[in-house]
């Protein structure tokens, strides 16, 4: 056994299997594609669910990669075990239908025990306990003695619905000082001294939807060896923390922290957590996932949280957490490039995130203050779990910071109430993902040579390769008229949706039927299909059709897809080189682009954004298309969708000397051809995130024609030309201004009026004068000054009502400080008159105001004021 590196151990695992016939692919995102019963990738063979089941081809039937996984599902035990992680890098070798067990067995002992050099006599194996095909393999060709090969029931892999099948792992006995001294201590035991290291998944089987299992026609190979635990091995650490792969982070959080590693376990859970989650944190905002209460953008946003919450328990009460991406970056940034382009991104959603967070706690800590002055006034020791949960749930604040708070406050949290209240969030949940609607069906053609299906957006022509029932992923040979359908053809002229651009819409004529096209979208495999509904006859497998695609619909999203890129080209030389793509919509009718940015646009940005992009469109430029290697766009500085794959060859769209971007989409020829292009809107769609709406084209002339309308229609009122409108309102504005002074300097004069001879009713109450009055006033402005005069001329208590001119009650009570020392409230004065007037108010012990429904009860309530005062004088 030889010392190696996280990197090495990476590039030497998928070095050996592209030796041995496999393409190296790269990660995937985080992001799962085309798979909605995922939120985040977590296992390395997630990406690759419809190889699996045979619904389409591979790229290669022999592939290996390094796969990202983010799973939280044990988040809680992350820091306080020796292997659990949020973020972890799963090394992978997958067969599609070609080689099996024979070959995969001992190729992972000879990458094991060769390799790596790990000690084979250290190497204990477990298999199910039917499968005799993997015993024979070990046992009699690699030559495992019977005693270090377990059969476990246990031995059988799945992850929801999909691919599955028995499994062998590869565990290595870390020595009887790891373990609990039991004397039949073995793999199955979960003491910590035997550690799996690599999981050979046969995938033979489908799991369906329904819990039953349905063999594969071909057979697969899915491994899974965990990075960090083989580095664990060869570094002779006694966690995965300490490696060459994760420690750094948590000497920069000791750096911190002021705090030193080992120095207590609780603060060495901390560091770990810290240092786990800088990890999830840099590659799920790298992929493109943003801070939500949503989804993969809640799972973000959690993660972030635990990240502040455990720096604060060592100490740490400021932002910390963009220094530990810097960290991240410099440890994996040459063999993830993303995380290094997009560095400043990520930290400016971090910080964005962090800074909001730490004063959540601030206001949660002042929430829950507030909480336990109540149980202390009550004599209670626990704090009900339905207010802890709503703390976390609405609130952002942390279930364990609040258990921690209760404790040194000697009380104790609900944990049932809170589980109670969990569940009740969790099932919501899970009925939202029982919902199937919406699903994408992922049809099968594993049959079809995709390379041979051609998109020609100037064909009218083709032949239909496979029809489809809308909801059923295999192929039937027709589809009647009244159902929806599905179809593949073999040249099509329908242009995909994708990148936020909807999918092409038209009609299919075949000898025999009629369909229509509502929409056109791409299979994971880059097959186009039309979907829709058969309206005449019936469309059958081999088929000679016609189609029409709706072309002026198409025109219209053309002219948005290229302002779009504009846009975007626009927005970076405003706002700066930190925008990036964040999501669109391009349709017929508008485009939205939402775009990561810290602040709102300003008009005046916006203007010269909306200048640049039309200045662009009236010099009439030729746009340009063209076929090259990823890695020479790239060199010439073309733009990426931000989370996007991109294959070796890609579309390079660029308006010269502006824009140029990675795109499969439709566009205008000529920029001239979008015509116009105008901002409607401009707002916030989450932190960091803002969108911008727009219209061209004929949809500009819609919008202009409509504000041309709306100023028709004010100047009509204003009774003057549309020219006009603004010096118009401009002097309008100026009356009623003047107006308005004019009303207030009478009510003015009216309420000291009114206050003299109400003050004529002032009463004596044990000592203090008194007044209660219900006086005609225009609002409760009006209500204020006259209370004000009234207060001073009484230097005592005042109460008045008035019935307004829009038919609301108001009920002010004012006191002078004399009063309020004799234990006049004005408060609890307003609620009482108020309650009995239909309404509600309160506020301080000098002043308060208050509101009523019923006007007929307002004397009768003003004369229970009295009784009120009196009450209340000591």
């Known amino acids: 056994m030889k010392y190696m590196s996280g990197n090495e151990i990476r590039e030497r695992f998928l070095k050996f299997f592209e030796e041995r016939g496999h393409l190296r692919l790269p990660s995937a995102s985080l992001i799962p594609q085309d798979d909605p019963t995922l939120l985040l990738i977590g296992a390395g063979m997630a990406p690759f669910k419809p190889f699996f089941t045979g619904k389409m081809k591979p790229p290669s039937p022999r592939v290996t990669t390094c ?18 992680h949020t973020y972890f890098e799963m090394l992978g070798d997958f067969s599609f239908g070609d080689y099996f067990k024979k070959e995969i067995i001992p190729w992972s002992w000879e990458f094991l025990t060769k390799e790596l050099e790990l000690p084979g006599d250290k190497l204990y194996i477990t298999i199910h306990t039917s499968d005799d095909e993997a015993y024979q393999i070990w046992h009699d060709v690699v030559g495992i003695p019977d005693e270090r090969i377990i059969r476990l029931e246990d031995n059988f892999w799945e992850i929801g619905s999909g691919p599955c099948g028995p499994c062998s792992e ?15 201590c073995g793999p199955d035991c979960d003491c910590g001294r035997f550690l799996e290291l690599w999981n050979l998944v046969f995938t033979q089987f489908n799991q369906n939807e329904d819990g039953t299992y349905t063999p594969l026609e071909h057979k697969n190979i899915d491994t899974g060896a965990g990075l960090e635990r083989i580095a664990s091995v060869l570094q002779g650490k006694p966690s995965n923390f300490e490696t060459d792969l994760i420690f750094p982070i948590i000497e920069y959080a000791c750096k911190e922290s002021g705090v030193a590693y080992n120095a207590s376990p609780k603060t060495d859970v901390s ?4 240092a786990d989650h800088a990890r999830s944190l840099t590659f799920m905002i790298g992929d493109g996932i943003l801070p939500s209460n949503l989804g993969r953008g809640y799972i973000l946003r959690r993660v972030l949280r635990r990240a502040v919450r455990h720096g604060r328990l060592l100490g740490i009460d400021r932002e910390f957490l963009g220094g530990a991406v810097d960290v991240v970056v410099s440890m994996y940034g040459d063999h993830y490039p993303e995380i290094r382009e997009k560095q400043d991104y990520i930290k400016k959603v971090i910080h964005m995130e962090e800074s909001s967070f730490l004063k959540t706690l601030k206001s949660g800590c002042d929430m829950l203050d507030a909480e336990i002055a109540k149980l202390q006034a009550e004599g209670k020791t626990e704090l009900d779990g339905a207010v802890a949960f709503r703390f976390s749930d609405t609130f952002g604040f942390p279930k364990e910071l609040t258990a921690e ?48 299906l051609k998109v020609d957006e100037c ?18 040979d027709a589809v009647s008229d009244g159902n929806d359908a599905a179809v593949i053809l073999d040249v099509t002229g329908f242009h995909a949706e994708g990148g936020g651009q909807l999918g092409d819409i038209g009609v299919i ?21 039309m979907a829709g509904t058969v309206e005449e006859g019936t469309i059958a497998t081999g088929d000679a059709v016609t189609f029409e695609v709706d072309m002026a619909r198409k025109s219209d999203i053309a002219r948005n897809h290229t302002a779009t890129h504009l ?60 076929e090259v290697p990823i890695e020479e766009a790239k060199k010439r500085g073309a733009m990426a969708l931000f989370g996007e794959k991109y294959g070796a060859v890609v579309r390079v769209v660029t308006v010269p000397e502006f824009s140029m971007e990675l795109c499969g989409g439709v566009h205008v020829s000529n920029t001239a051809q979008i015509g116009l292009f105008k901002i409607v809107s401009e707002s916030s769609t989450g932190a960091g995130v803002r969108r911008i709406e727009a219209v061209t084209g004929f949809g500009a002339l819609e919008y202009v024609e409509g504000l041309e309308k709306t100023i028709g229609n004010v100047a009509g009122k204003l009774h003057c030309r549309t020219t006009d409108v603004e010096e118009r309102l401009d002097v309008l504005v100026a009356e009623a201004k003047e107006a308005g002074q004019k009303v207030k300097a009478l009510e003015a004069k009216m309420a000291a009026a009114a206050a003299s001879d109400a003050a004529d009713q002032v009463k004596d109450v044990k000592g203090v004068n008194a007044l209660v009055q219900k006086v005609s006033v225009s609002d409760v402005n009006a209500l204020r000054t006259m209370g004000d005069q009234l207060r001073d001329k009484t230097c005592g208590v005042v109460v008045l009502a008035s019935v307004f001119e829009n038919g609301k009650i108001g009920i002010l009570a004012m006191a002078h400080k004399d009063a309020v020392a004799k234990g006049i409230h004005c408060g609890k004065i307003v609620k009482e008159v108020a309650t009995l007037c239909g309404g509600g108010g309160g506020g301080r012990p000098d002043m308060a105001q208050a509101g009523g429904k019923d006007a007929e009860k307002v004397d009768e309530a003003l004369q229970a004021a009295w009784g009120v005062i009196e009450g209340q004088i000591k």
């Open 405 to 452: 708070i209760l404790d040194e406050h000697g009380m104790t949290l609900d944990e049932q109430g809170f589980a109670d209240a969990l569940e009740v969030q969790r099932k919501m949940a899970r009925d939202a993902r029982d919902d199937k609607t919406g699903r994408p069906v992922i049809y099968n053609d594993r049959d079809l040579n995709a390379a041979e």
């Open 67 to 84: 796969q990202k996984c983010v799973r939280t599902g044990d988040i809680e035990n992350v820091g306080r075990t020796a292997r659990h």
């Open 509 to 529: 004529k075949a000898p025999a039927g009629l369909m229509r096209v509502t929409k056109t979208k791409k299979l994971p495999d880059g097959v186009t299909y």
């Open 271 to 274: 560091l770990k957590v810290i």
């Open 170 to 184: 590869i565990h290595i006995d870390l020595g009887p000082e790891r373990g609990c001294g039991k004397p039949d």
């Open 459 to 476: 064909a009218h022509c083709g032949k239909v390769m496979k029809v489809y029932p809308a909801a059923d992923a295999q192929p039937v």
């Open 567 to 626: 846009l975007q080209a626009a927005l970076r030389q405003v706002l700066g080189d930190h925008v990036n793509q964040a999501g669109s919509y391009v349709g017929p009718d508008r485009l939205h682009f939402d775009f990561s940015h810290f602040s709102a646009v300003t008009p005046e940005e916006l203007a010269k954004v909306e200048k640049m992009v039309n200045e662009q469109i009236l010099a009439a430029k030729t746009v340009t298309f063209e």
